[in-house]
């Protein structure tokens, strides 16, 4: 009986520890199910979603306060590319179709900044033509980006402690995006 009942909360630790922490997909890679698409076109494309059209965003259907995101992104235009991530964000505010708080920024020239950072310390990590790696780290009022690979930067302040998570479509002004491997991971 107490092999039993030790091997029971063995399973039982086990099976926490793999929910803990553990990253989760937040796409599929075949649908946009579990995002909501807001003011553009968006699709899936061989195993990422394409930003094809319009100024909007998509928003994932969660609210996220601390986490650990990655993904991967790339901008299809040559000439000209801008798009972003939305993080602890609230809705739209005035005439613009996107929120007002905390992006990093894929525009040309700005790509992995955010406001009161180096833009163009931050934008030499970018790699043009190839597919980027984001891991964007929110803790508290504290959020840090690695951007392929590297620290880009470091900002405090971060507030409210919870809000949207959302993929920046800004077409018209700057081509379309890709974005794939996209996993959060609760802290």
Request: charged residues 25%; contains cysteine.
């Amino acid at each position: 009986m107490k092999k039993f009942i030790a091997a029971a909360l063995i399973t039982l630790a086990s099976c926490h520890m793999a929910l803990a922490g553990e990253p989760e997909s937040l796409f599929d890679g075949k649908t946009l199910e579990g995002w909501k698409i807001v003011t553009c076109e968006a699709e899936v494309v061989d195993g990422a979603i394409l930003l094809k059209a319009g100024n909007g965003f998509l928003q994932a259907e969660k609210q996220y306060g601390d986490f650990i995101l990655e993904c991967d992104w790339k901008a299809l235009n040559t000439e000209m590319w801008d798009s972003g991530i939305y993080f602890r964000a609230g809705d739209p505010v005035g005439k613009f179709p996107w929120p007002k708080q905390h992006q990093v920024n894929m525009r040309k020239g700005q790509e992995g900044a955010i406001g009161g950072v180096d833009k163009g310390k931050v934008s030499a990590l970018y790699k043009p033509g190839e597919w980027n790696h984001f891991k964007l780290t929110v803790k508290g009022e504290t959020a840090e980006l690695e951007f392929n690979g590297k620290k880009a930067w470091t900002r405090k302040g971060i507030t409210p402690a919870k809000g949207n998570l959302c993929l920046q479509a800004e077409v018209p002004q700057g081509g379309q995006f890709l974005f794939k491997n996209i996993t959060i991971e609760e802290l």
